[in-house]
C-alpha cells in the first residue's frame, strides 16, 4: 500500500502491525480568548480585526507523519505487506500505441479468451466443487455409521471415543495444511476477495499451494463435524482457480502462452476473480442466479455489464456440472454420496397461503433475526481479537487451539443427544421412523425400536443434513421444544468458537443452522397463532439471520429461492430480510466489514463520513508531508535514490515548457522506472526521444509485470549509467486523475472508489508561475476515515472552525 509521499531518506523495516494512534477528545472552546500556543501568528478573537488569521485561512490538519496507518495486514491468518492494484488504465505512449496496432484478429481473440476463461473457472469449480462433496459425504457417513454401531452396542465410552478420535484426526490434518505450508488459506477467504476486488493487493491469497490446502482442508474440516461450512473456502477456491488460470500457472510451472499476455494486468484478472467467486456461490448453494448477484451485492467494487454476462456464464457451466455429477451418483454409484451431497432444501411441496395473523410472528423473525446476528457479529469480534492473540503466539499455538475446539466440539455433538428422551415415532411417519442408514430426519440412535432420538437426528449428521432435517416440512411435531432450545444453544456457543481457528472454514452453514433453529422455535411457541408449516418457519429463521449478520438482501433472497424451490416464499422472504437488516444496522456493521477492519484491510466503503463534506482535500494534503517528484528528463541518479529512499508506486512528473514555467506532466509508477533500470534504457544527453526509440525496446505487456528490489538493479549500475539521463515522456500516464484542492474529502472518496484508482493527484485551484502545478497525492490510506488523524478531532475541529466563522461573519 502506497505510504505517504516523505523526504525522508528511508525509513525501519517494520515487523509487525503497528496500532493506529488513539487521539484524545479535543476540548472544543468556542472562546475569543482561545490562542494556540504552538502558533506564533495565532490571533485571540474569532472576528476581530488586527494581523491575525481567520479561522478559514487556518489548515484543519496541521502536518503530520502519522497520517496514513500501518501497510500491514492480516491475510487469511498471515501478517502480510499489502499494497494496491493499478485497475486504472495507464495511459501512456506505449498504452495507446499498443492498442492502436492491435488487429481485428487479435482483438477477437482478447474477447475469445475472456469468455474461455469464465468457462474454464466454472468448469473446474463445478468439478472441485462435485469431487469435494463427495469425499465429505463418504467420510462422515462412514464415521457416523460405525459410531452408531458402536452406540447401538451399548459401549458408549468407546462409541466417544471413536468419534472424537477420528474428528481430531481429521481436524488436524487440516489445521496442520494451514499452519506449515499455507496460512492465507485458513479461514473462509472471502473479506481478502472484497478487499483484492476493492483495489487491495492480498499477497500469497490465490496461488496453489492455497488452492490444494482449501481443497483438502475444507475436506477435512468438514468431515470433522466442526460448526463450519465450505460455502466460503469454494468462494475461495473459484477465486484462485480464475487468478491461475489467468497467470497460466505459478512458478516454475506457469504456462509462457502468447496469448495469456492480454491477462497479465490487474483489471482483467480482477474481472476473472470477480466469475469465479460468483462461481463458489453457485457451487456452495446450486444457484446460479444468486451466484451472481452475491458477487454484485457482496464481493465486488466494480462492476459493468459484460462483467455480467460472463459471471453468468460461469455460474451456468457450474450448475451444468453439478447437475452432471447428480446424475452419474444416482442410486449410490458414488458411495454414499447423493442426495445430501449438494445443498438443495426443496420445500415446494408446501402451498403458502399468507394470512393477517402471520404478520405478527414473521415480523417477528425479521426483528430477532437483526438482534441475533448483530450480537453474533458483537461477540464473534471479541472472540476474534482474543484468537489474534493466541494465534500470534506461533504454530504450536495456531494448532492446539484447532485441537481443542475439535475436541469441544465432539463432546457436545455426541454427549448431548444422550440428554434427551427418545420419542415414539408417529404412525404416519411409516417406514421413515426410526432411521436406522446415514440420514434421515428419525435418527434411532441411542432410542428402542419405534422410538427416535431428535437431537441426533440433528447432531449427528452433516451440516448439510441437518440443514434438510430441520427444513423439512410436514413434521410440526417433530422436534421437541428442548431439543432445538439444546441444538440453538450449542450451535450458537460452537459457530462463535469454531470460526477464527486455523483450518478453511464458511460462515453461510452454521448461521443458517443457528438461524433455521430460531425459526423452529418460534413457530412452537406461538404455535396458536402460526398458519404457516414450521418448515417454513425455519427457512424464514435462516434468511433473517443471515441477513442480521451479513446485510445481504437482495442475493440471500434469490439464493434461498433457488435452494427451497419454492416462488410462494419470494413476498415473506422479502419482508422478513428487509427487517432483519434494517434492525442489524442499527447496532453495527455486518460480518465481513467487521472481519476487514481487524485484520486492517484498508477498505473502502461506499458510503464517506458524513464529516469528509467539511474537509477538502488540499487540507488533507497539506497535513501530509511534501509529495517526491521527478522532472520529465530525469537523472539515473536521481531516480535511483528517489525509489531507494521512499516506498511510494506512484511519482508526479512535472516539465518546464519554458523557463520560471512548470506544469504538471503526469504520473509515472515504480514499475515502469524499474523496468526502464532494468533495461538500462538510458540516455548520454538530456533530450527528449522519437516514439519509435521507446517501443524497441518496450511493450505495454511488460510494462504491467510487478517490479522487483531496487537494491538489486541498483548494485549493478556504473557510475556512469548513473550519470545519464532517463526520458519519462514514453512511460508517464499523461491522463492521472486529478481534482481541484477544493474539492470534499467525501466526494474524493465517493471518485476514488467508483473509478478504482490508486492514485488521486490535487491541483491548485489557482494557476500561475510562482504555484506549484500539484498540491498533492493521495492514496487509499489517506482517504480512510480511521487515518485522518481520527474522526472525533476532525469532527470537534470543524465544528470549533464553523462556530469561529459564524462569530467573524457577525
Known sequence: MEEEQSPRLGREPATEPSP?????EPECKNNDDAKDPEDPESTGGGGGGGNGISSLEQPLLKRSTTLTASHLAIVGAKVSHIESLDYEIIENDLFKHDWRSRSNVEVLQYIFLKWAMAFLVGLLTGVIASLINLAIE?????????MVNIVREKRYWAGFLYFAGVNFALTFVAAVLCVAFAPTAAG?????????????DTPNMFGAPQLIVKIIGSIGAVSSGLDL??????VHIGACLANLLSQGGEGRWRLRWRWLRYFNNDRDRRDLITCGASSGVCAAFRAPVGGVLFALEEVATWWRSALLWRTFFSTATVVVVLRGFIEVCRNGRCGMFGEGGLILFDVSDVTVRYHVGDLLPVTLVGVLGGVLGALYNHVLHQVLRLYNLI????????????????????AGLYLLPFAVPCTPCDPAFGDACPTVGNSGNFKQFNCPDGYYNDLASLLHA????????IFSTGTAGEFRLDSLLIFFAIYCVLGLFTFGIAVPSGLFLPIILMGSAYGRILALVLARFVRIDHGLYAVLGAAALM???MRMTVSLCVIFLELTNNLLLLPITMFVLLIAKTVGDAFNPSIYEIILDLKGLPFLEP????????LAVGELAAAKPRVVTLQVIEKVSTVVEVLRSTPHNGFPVLDRPRPGVSELHGLALRSHLMAVLKKRWFLTEKRRTEEWEARERFSSTELAEKSGSIDEVAVQLTPEELDMYIDLHPFTNTTPYTVVETMSVAKAVVLFRTCALRHMLIIPKFQGPEIAPIVGILTRQDLRAHNILGPRLVRCLIRCRLKNDTVSTL
Open 547 to 549: 441477513s442480521g449478520s
Open 229 to 234: 461450512g465450505k460455502e466460503g473456502p469454494l
Open 20 to 24: 493506529a494512534p488513539e487521539w484524545p
Open 462 to 469: 452433516t451440516n448439510t443434513d441437518a440443514t434438510r432435517n
Open 607 to 614: 458510503k464517506p463520513e458524513t464529516w469528509m463534506k467539511d
Open 188 to 200: 473462509p477467504g472471502i473479506p481478502e476477495i472484497k478487499a483484492y476486488l476493492n483495489g487491495v
Open 391 to 410: 494465534n500470534a503466539k506461533g504454530r504450536l499455538a495456531k494448532l492446539a487451539l484447532a485441537l481443542a475446539v475439535s475436541v469441544f466440539t465432539s
Open 138 to 146: 463418504n467420510i462422515s457417513g462412514l464415521k457416523m455409521q460405525h
